[in-house]
T-cell receptor
Framework: AQSVTQLGSHVSVSEGALVLLRCNYS??????LFWYVQYPNQGLQLLLK??????LVKGINGFEAEFKKSETSFHLTKPSAHMSDAAEYFC????????????FGTGTRLQVTL | EAGVTQFPSHSVIEKGQTVTLRCDPI?????LYWYRRVMGKEIKFLLH????????ESGMPNNRFLAERTGGTYSTLKVQPAELEDSGVYFC???????????????FGPGTRLTVL
């Protein structure tokens, strides 16, 4: 069984500030981990993924995430927020090696202020 | 190349009525998934097709929900009769089937927002 916990349903940062969105997972097997972003009126878009290779994963739009097995975490970061980063972000886990279902967290809405 | 499309984008119906949602996956994608997000909660898996076969339907809430994928192309999700708790956003996703344990990224559609009054 797998589960994901995203701490903070809403996060607000100033433009240019560090973005940190938290994700902790639970999995009975070594997981694949994902971050998706949803902009208004659009579908979910894959930001980045961890698939048991490098623990620091770089994604699109300057985002990155680090897999920490000891902490069962996969937090998403971006050094400098931009207004266009305002969206809802979802962390998800999946069993490896299969085309199986994604298990999502509850999402974090990121607000970027001037 | 067209992405995953869903129709309608919004649907408002009354309790007891029937609604059918449609998903067109990316051409050539054998895997098709349905997910649902109830307001304020997580996105939850409903079911997974591989071509026209149901691979996993463990997330289907009850027998008021019927999913089909005739011919292994587009899929429909029918809710009959709809209840208030069925309101939410229904997402469809598709992916390829790769050999060798590939990651098989799931590509999502924009969702159908269903409101049951």
């Amino acid at each position: 069984a797998q589960s994901v916990t995203q701490l903070g349903s809403h996060v607000s940062v100033s433009e240019g500030a560090l973005v940190l969105l938290r994700c902790n997972y639970s999995s009975s097997v070594p997981p694949y981990l994902f971050w998706y972003v949803q902009y208004p009126n659009q579908g979910l878009q894959l930001l980045l993924k961890y698939t048991s290779a490098a623990t620091l994963v770089k994604g699109i739009n300057g985002f990155e995430a680090e897999f920490k097995k000891s902490e069962t975490s996969f937090h998403l970061t971006k050094p400098s927020a931009h207004m266009s980063d305002a969206a809802e972000y979802f962390c998800a886990v999946r069993a490896p090696g299969t085309a199986s279902k994604l298990t999502f967290g509850t999402g974090t809405r990121l607000q970027v202020t001037l | 190349e067209a992405g995953v499309t869903q129709f309608p984008s919004h649907s408002v119906i009354e309790k007891g009525q029937t609604v059918t949602l449609r998903c067109d996956p990316i051409s050539g994608h054998d895997n098709l998934y349905w997910y649902r997000r109830v307001m304020g909660k997580e996105i939850k898996f409903l079911l997974h097709f591989v071509k026209e076969s149901k691979q996993d339907e463990s997330g289907m809430p009850n027998n008021r929900f019927l999913a089909e994928r005739t011919g292994g192309t587009y899929s429909t999700l029918k809710v009959q009769p709809a209840e208030l708790e069925d309101s939410g956003v229904y997402f469809c996703a598709s992916s390829t089937t790769q050999g060798g344990g590939g990651v098989n990224e799931q590509f999502f559609g924009p969702g159908t927002r269903l409101t049951v009054l």
